[in-house]
Structure formats: structure tokens, C-alpha cells
């Protein structure tokens, strides 16, 4: 199935977890939030957060800003 | 002798603070100058944007809060890059989920992006819908008495004119305006943007302002460190001054020497 992740489809097998692609990013353990179709998903939830085809991903992190 | 007055703390949602500058965390060479930056700076309250963890970014990429541990500053996510009240209330719900639900934010509402002048219409929208979701706001506006006012009966923590556009360095372009401010509002009055230099902050704090929120004019000096350390001396300089009361400004001169006993 296809879900968007910041802007980029991607193509992700079924069943496919929050935490897989946190660990695909190479951001396991980072501080870093997630929002699926505009709602958080909290980083306590990411494996057993199961994506849907079509889920519009959003994953954040601090930069510097004033 | 006269006493010292004794300074209050500034206070902040209820959390006090010592230092009365606080710096943002932007346009820096790296990591490192931020951090040694904003540790000249004294300040305790460091603000921070939220953006995308890019797809194949170097994972060992330094993490900004490596520089400035939350665990040493609180950290302050802001809504910078923000057009529509629904955007900067999206960036709040995921800066607090970032920070494992610190609620405090800096709300910014931009309507313009050649004077990055704040949209008050949407900035009065976002800073009602995320009070009412718990957030503490400390929200940046424009210069005006009225909209400060109303932002401060919305439930903002702390409400933030500016001195000039961001980024501009133009120091306080309307000193009445910031001290009406000052005056009327119960919760604390801090100037965001528009500072340049150490007289400039220096200024704010002796209009009587709570503190002064301030990145460029650090981060851009020539010596970004060096320009910190002079920024913390001017806030409290300016605070000291203030709270000391300044003279009245008179049209003629006034000898400060004794008239009497001249031998000529």
C-alpha cells in the first residue's frame, strides 16, 4: 500500500507499524512526534500503530528557530 | 544608605525565572556556537522551531537538543512559519507531544512575508483554541494596545510585542506603544523581535518590559558569543535602571558642581 511521509509517497507492505518506519528513518529513540491525517500519535503507541493506505505521515523534530 | 531594591523574579505560568533574557535558537554556524551562545546569554527559556525529520537525513546529524537540554533550559516551540491559526495550533500538538507534554509555547501567527508582520486576526483564533487546550501561551503581536489586551483576557501567559520586524535589528520603533502596553496588561510584557543591539534591549527593559525574546541580533553579530554575554549585561542593566527610576528629563542644563564657595 502507498502512505505519505512528509510529503513522499512511499510504498509500505500491509500491517506496516509507526515504530518500522521510525526504525526505517533511522530515528528510533529520537525526539521526534508523529501525526497521522492531522491527529498525534503518541510515541508509547508506535508498535502497535498499524498504518492505513493513504495516511498522510507527518514526523517532526526541533530545529533551531527564535 | 539607600536599600538595593530587591528584583522579583519574572514569572511565568507560575515557573520563576532569574534571567530576563530569552533567546532563540536560530541561524547559528552549528550546534556549538548555539550552545555556548545561549550560555553567555544567561538565559533559561530558549525557543525553538518544529519542521520535518527529513527522509535519509544522517541520522548522526547532531540533535539541536543535545546543544540546549531541556533538562537545563525550558524549551520554548514555536509556531514561526505559521499563516493559519489551524497550522500553528497542528505545530503546538506536536511540539508538546516532542516534549513529552510541556505545554509551553510560542504562538506566532505570520500575515505577511515581507515585514513578517503577525496576523492578529488568526494569532486572537489560535491562542483561544489552544488555551482552551491547556496550552500556555506566550503569544507574539503586534505593537497594539487593544489586541495585547484581548490576548491577555483569552488566557495568554505572557504576551509579546514586537519592537520591529523580526529579524530586522531596527531596535524599539514605538517606545509609547510597548510602555501602553507595559501599563495596562497584568501578565508579563516581554518584546520580541526587532532588538539589534545592547542599547536597544537595554531600552525595552527600561520602558519597564519583563523581559526581551531576541535571536538575530545574537546569532547574527559578528561574534554571536560575545554579543550574548553583552545582551544579558543590557537586560539587566535596563531592568536595574528601571527599577531605580530614571531622572526627569529637563530642556537646560543643571551643574552638577556647587555654586557657592567659587573663588573667582
Known sequence: MEISVNGENKQVPDGYTAAQLVDAMGLTGGRIAMEVNLEIVPRSTYDSYTFNAGDKIEIVHAVGGG | ?264
Do not use: W
Not at chain 2, 519542521?51 to 548522526?60: M, V
Not at chain 2, 526581551?212 to 535596563?238: C, D, F, R, Y
Not at chain 2, 527610576?245 to 573663588?263: E, I, V
Open chain 2, 1 to 264: 544608605m539607600t536599600q538595593v531594591k530587591q528584583d522579583t523574579p519574572l514569572v511565568i505560568a507560575g515557573r520563576e525565572y532569574t534571567s530576563r533574557l530569552l533567546v532563540g535558537s536560530g541561524k547559528y554556524k552549528d550546534n556549538e556556537e548555539t550552545r555556548l551562545a545561549t550560555e553567555a546569554s544567561g538565559a533559561e527559556i530558549v525557543t525553538v522551531a518544529i519542521r520535518r525529520s527529513n527522509i535519509g537525513q544522517n541520522p548522526d546529524e547532531p540533535n539541536l537538543l543535545d546543544a540546549i537540554p531541556p533538562e537545563k533550559y525550558t524549551i520554548l516551540p514555536n509556531t514561526a512559519g505559521c499563516y493559519t491559526a489551524k497550522d500553528a495550533v497542528r505545530t503546538c500538538k506536536l511540539a508538546r507531544e516532542l516534549l513529552d507534554g510541556h505545554d509551553l509555547v510560542k504562538l506566532e501567527v505570520l500575515g505577511d512575508e515581507k515585514t513578517l508582520f503577525p496576523d492578529v486576526i488568526q494569532t486572537l483564533k489560535a491562542a483561544e483554541e489552544l488555551v482552551k487546550d491547556g496550552f500556555k501561551v506566550m503569544v507574539y503581536t503586534s505593537d497594539d494596545l487593544l489586541i495585547a489586551k484581548e490576548l491577555e483576557d483569552i488566557g495568554c501567559v505572557a504576551v509579546m510585542p514586537l519592537a520591529a520586524p523580526i529579524g530586522s535589528g531596527l531596535g524599539i520603533r514605538n517606545p509609547y506603544n510597548i510602555r501602553f502596553i507595559v501599563e495596562e496588561l497584568k501578565v508579563p510584557v516581554l518584546v520580541d523581535a526587532g532588538v539589534g543591539t545592547a542599547s536597544d534591549a537595554a531600552v525595552a527593559m527600561e520602558l519597564g518590559c519583563d523581559g526581551v525574546l531576541m535571536n538575530t541580533a545574537i546569532a547574527a553579530a559578528q561574534n554571536p558569543v560575545l554579543m550574548a554575554s553583552a545582551m544579558k549585561k543590557a537586560i539587566e542593566a535596563g531592568r536595574e535602571a528601571y527599577l531605580a527610576g530614571r531622572m526627569p528629563r529637563k530642556r537646560y542644563a543643571n551643574a552638577s558642581s556647587p555654586l557657592d564657595g567659587t573663588f573667582f
